[in-house]
């Protein structure tokens, strides 16, 4: 799925053809503006600079698990990146000098392509399974594992570094 | 796994018992001072308070995918919480007044048991893949299934809020 890059490794065994040790239902779809993956903002920061609200709908069975989302401000939404691939453990971005440990680097491709996601929430229709976002850096239609508050006590860490070089 | 307790409400069908939509592999495992659910901290928060350090071990094949961390403070950390059930869309949690939706709630009870941990690199060895941690908010021997750097830019909004009522 990935062109190999200069300096990237596979890993032996893809991720992808071992038996499962866990396994995932999917509880709902991102709806969003983003159909190509050339247009798919790269992350969070870009996806909120260009400001295409999105939304998640969540699926029959688990929309009385929204109830109480009503109070809070920002969510963190985990979503299963299924056009990543997940055999390379040394990946080279586009736009980095170097190559990095996949673990250093927020790439959809990794062992287990979970997206990690604070979104800004600004609807919520519980009957229908509908949250409106703000703003969302995947493609639509990607597959949505969990929904979770953001609170900012546990979560928000302001003066987190990254060295220039973990970018 | 768990006792049903006044106006929770269980899914017609355990999504533990579904066929997978995607299958997760174990990276590593959570390296922890708690042994008992009764003594683990219920979150980051009271983790942090508690002081007491942890540490994650990542399986051999995975660690060349460490490198690059080095100049990271903070991690999100992803967990599969196994000794979690998965049946409940509606939850009253000991100390709350009343039940509220699993998706309003960080209880690891959900249906996707997937632990999301901000917690605060302080070593990491590549070579015996050991990242030294802070503080976590999980039993020993928890499975790893994925470590991110922690970006300020785009994971913390100090602002966020979470009206009383949904704690």
Request: proline residues 8%.
């Amino acid at each position: 799925m990935s062109e190999k890059r200069e300096g990237e490794i596979e890993l032996n065994v893809d991720p992808g053809t071992l038996a499962p040790e866990a396994g995932l239902v999917f509880i709902g779809r991102v709806r969003s503006p983003w159909i190509d993956r050339a247009e798919c903002p790269k992350n969070m920061a870009a996806a909120r600079e260009m400001a295409r609200p999105a939304s998640i709908e969540i699926e029959q069975p688990y929309r009385q698990g929204l109830g109480g989302l009503e109070t809070v401000s920002h969510l963190v939404v985990l979503t299963w990146l299924d056009k990543a691939a997940r055999n390379l453990i040394v990946q080279k971005p586009r736009h980095a000098a170097a190559p990095r440990g996949t673990f250093a680097l927020r790439s959809p491709v990794r062992p287990n392509p979970v997206g990690v996601h604070i979104v800004r929430l600004t609807g919520l229709d519980v009957s229908t399974g509908v949250l409106d976002l703000e703003a969302i850096d995947v493609l639509d239609g990607t597959p949505i594992i969990d929904v979770k508050p953001y609170y900012a006590s546990t979560d928000s860490i302001p003066d987190a570094i990254t060295g220039k070089s973990a970018r």
